[in-house]
């Protein structure tokens, strides 16, 4: 019946958060498959069963993150603020979020686009339109800011979205060197004061 659906769709989707984890953690080449099985509790032959190799385990994880971590933030902050509130909120929490994490994991997206989509086409693929739609949301809350008159009429969407994506990939980059807030919040000041008509 329904409960027990919901309760196996839940079992699943921790089975798969414990696998981001781990990703997240160790990186694609420095996740083994015995550390899977140990950090998702269960048997090899259940793992191949149900996820295939590691690989497509990866592949699930990296959807399980976009989903969790990238469009609920962006559905929250749309949902939550006015269009220019939206964009510099995103990038402050990803400061904050990046200083806040004591083992510097940085962005499964972006780790995952740096050590493994230049040897993997179909993830960079998947890597590239998810970044793809961070930058719509940024593009999409520009229009919608500059019709309201939130940010000046002249700002160009396209080229200030995509400078956006550069900041904010550039940020989780930097985070994982171990960059304090001071670095963090001097690259992301200028790209928000592109809002302001400043630059």
């Known amino acids: 019946d329904r409960a027990d659906h919901d309760q196996r769709h839940f079992a699943r989707q921790r089975l798969i958060d414990a696998a981001v984890e781990c990703f997240w953690m160790r990186g694609y080449e420095g996740t083994s498959v015995r550390a899977l099985i140990e950090a998702m509790g269960i048997g090899g032959p ?5 996820y295939g190799d590691k690989r497509e385990l990866f592949e699930r994880s990296l959807r399980r993150y976009a989903e969790r971590s990238m469009r609920e933030r962006i559905a929250r902050l749309e949902a ?9 909120t995103f990038v402050t929490e990803i400061v904050d979020r990046s200083l806040r994490d004591p083992e510097r994991k940085g962005c499964l ?3 995952a686009a740096l050590d493994v989509a230049p040897h993997d086409a179909e993830v960079g693929r998947m890597v590239s339109g998810y970044l793809d739609e961070i930058r719509d949301f940024f593009r999409r809350n520009i229009e919608a800011a500059r019709k309201a008159g939130q940010v000046p009429r002249r700002t160009d969407a396209e080229a200030v979205s995509g ?4 900041v904010v990939t550039g940020i989780r980059v930097l985070a994982r060197t171990g960059a304090n807030r001071k670095l963090l919040e001097s690259v992301a000041r200028p790209a928000l004061e592109l809002l302001e008509g400043r630059r």
């Open 46 to 50: 259940s793992l191949y069963n149900a």
């Open 80 to 88: 939550a603020h006015r269009p220019k509130e939206a964009i510099t």
């Open 109 to 111: 997206l972006v780790n």
């Open 163 to 166: 400078h956006l994506l550069g």
